[in-house]
C-alpha cells in the first residue's frame, strides 16, 4: 500500500506529492495521507508514530497506532490479533490467482485436461500443506514487528507498563522501571537473610501499582505468607503479636491489614510443584480475565520436575530455570525466582553469581541477577547491601539494604 510504504521511506517521492487527498476511498486513509501531506511541505520526520500522532489531530480519525503500524506490514487497517495469518492467506490467494489464469489459458489453447487436472491437483496439495504446516520458531522481520516490537510501542505510546516495578524506588529507576515482560530475574542471598521475605514484599509493592501477580511458593504455606503480609502492612503489629489468645487490640489491627490487603490482584499458590504446574495455574487466571503482569517463584530448588529418573541434580535446576525463562518469554510475563547458594557461596563473604546451585542455567537465562548479604543482628534491625550483579540492558548497581526482622520488611537506599 502506498501509504505504507511512504512511512517505510520517511519521506515522498516527486510524483507521490501531486496525489490529493480525495484520490483515498477510506476516510482514515484520506486523514492519513492529508497529514503525510502537510508534514512533507513542512519538513517533518514520516514515520509511523509521527503520522499518527499528527492524524490524530483530526476530528474522528478512527484508527489506533497499531492499525496504521500495520500498513507499514501490507495488512489490513481492521486486522488484531490474526494480522499475519491474514498476510499469510492474502499471498495463498494470489498464488490462486494466478494459478488459475496459467491453467485458463492452457485450458483455452486447447491442451488436453489431464495433464491440467495433474498440475492442478498438484498445486493444491502443495498450498493444502503449506496452509497446516508449522511454522516453525523462526519469525520474518515483518511479524517481529508486527507481534513483538509494535504492541510494546503502542504501549509506551499509551503510558502501558512494559515492566514490573519491584516496589524499591532506587532499583526500579535504575532497571528502567523494573523486571521487563519477558526477562527472568534471580534473587540470590545466604540463608537466614529474608529471601522469601523480601520477594513477598516485591510482589506486594508490585500488585500496590495494579499488576496482577501470582507468586507459587515451596517455602512457604499460604497462611505463613498472608501472616507476614500483615505484618508487613500493619504499623503496629509485628511476629512477636501472634500466638495463643491473641488480645482484642492484635485482632483489630489484623482485621485493618486484611481489609487493605484484599484488594489487591495478588494470587498465592502454595500447592504448584512444576514449572508446567506453573503454566497451568497461570493460564487459569488469565482465563479468568486476570491481566497477569508478573510470577514469582519461592524458590528454585525446591521446585520439581515430572521424569527426574536419570538426571542429576544439575540436569533438574537446568530443566527448572529454563522452563521458567520459557514461561516468562511465551506468557509475556516478568518471572522472579529465589535461588540458593552452594556451600561455597553460603562461605563466601560476597557471594558471586557462580556460587548458586545450577549457576550455569543461571547466567545463561537471568537476564537480572539480584544479591544481598546483612550482617548481624543488633535490636532486631540488620544492615547490609544489595546489588545488581549482573543484568543485561542495566549497569551495576549498589545500594544499603536495611531488614527490620519482626515486620519481615526491607527497606533500600
Wanted: some cysteine; overall charge negative.
Amino acid at each position: 500500500m502506498l501509504i505504507g510504504n511512504v512511512m517505510i521511506r520517511g519521506h515522498l517521492e516527486p510524483f507521490e506529492r501531486q496525489l490529493a487527498v480525495e484520490s483515498f476511498a477510506i476516510g482514515p486513509h484520506k486523514q492519513l495521507w492529508g497529514a503525510i501531506l502537510a508534514m512533507d511541505e513542512a519538513g517533518e520526520e514520516i514515520t509511523t508514530v509521527t503520522v499518527h500522532r499528527r492524524a490524530s489531530r483530526g476530528k474522528e480519525f478512527i484508527f489506533t497506532l497499531s492499525d496504521v503500524s500495520n500498513l507499514v506490514v501490507g495488512l489490513t487497517s481492521n486486522t488484531k490479533r490474526d494480522d499475519i495469518q491474514e498476510l499469510r492467506n492474502l499471498h495463498s490467494n494470489r498464488k490462486l490467482e494466478r494459478f488459475a489464469a496459467w491453467l485458463y489459458e492452457r485450458a483455452k489453447e486447447g491442451e488436453p485436461p489431464k495433464p491440467i487436472i495433474e498440475d492442478a491437483l498438484k498445486f493444491l496439495t502443495s498450498l493444502s500443506e503449506e496452509q497446516v504446516a508449522d511454522r516453525g520458531n523462526a519469525k520474518h522481520v515483518a511479524e517481529v514487528f508486527a507481534e513483538d516490537v509494535m504492541p510494546r510501542i503502542v504501549a509506551m505510546e499509551g503510558g502501558e507498563q512494559v515492566k514490573v516495578p519491584t516496589g524499591f524506588e532506587c532499583l526500579d529507576d535504575h532497571l528502567g522501571g523494573g523486571i521487563g515482560i519477558g526477562e527472568l530475574c534471580v534473587l540470590g542471598a545466604k540463608p537466614k537473610t529474608g529471601k522469601s521475605a523480601i520477594m513477598l514484599q516485591m510482589a506486594r509493592q508490585a500488585a500496590e501499582k495494579n499488576n496482577a501477580v501470582y507468586i507459587c511458593s515451596r517455602e512457604m504455606l499460604n497462611y505463613e505468607n498472608g501472616f507476614r503480609l500483615i505484618v508487613q502492612e500493619s504499623q503496629a503489629l509485628g511476629y512477636g503479636h501472634f500466638g495463643p489468645k491473641l488480645p482484642e487490640h492484635v485482632v483489630e489491627e489484623s482485621d485493618k491489614a486484611i481489609k487493605s490487603l484484599s484488594g489487591l490482584p495478588l494470587y498465592l499458590d502454595d500447592r504448584s510443584r512444576t514449572v508446567d504446574e506453573i503454566l497451568k495455574e497461570v493460564r487459569i487466571l488469565k482465563g479468568q480475565g486476570v491481566d497477569l503482569k508478573g510470577v514469582f517463584v519461592d524458590y528454585a530448588q525446591l521446585m520439581a520436575v515430572d521424569d527426574p529418573f536419570g538426571k542429576t541434580r544439575a540436569n533438574i535446576l537446568d530443566m527448572i530455570v529454563y522452563g521458567l525463562k520459557d514461561l516468562a518469554m511465551q506468557e509475556d510475563l516478568a518471572v522472579t525466582v529465589l535461588a540458593q547458594f552452594n556451600r561455597e557461596g553460603i562461605e563466601a563473604q560476597r557471594p558471586k553469581m557462580y556460587h548458586f546451585e545450577g549457576s550455569s542455567s543461571i547466567e545463561k537465562a537471568g537476564n537480572i541477577v539480584i544479591l544481598w548479604t546483612l550482617g548481624g543482628t543488633f535490636g532486631g534491625e540488620r544492615s547490609g547491601s544489595i546489588w545488581i550483579e549482573a543484568a543485561r540492558s542495566s549497569p551495576f548497581g549498589e545500594w544499603n539494604l536495611e531488614f527490620t526482622g519482626h515486620k519481615a520488611r526491607f527497606k533500600l537506599s
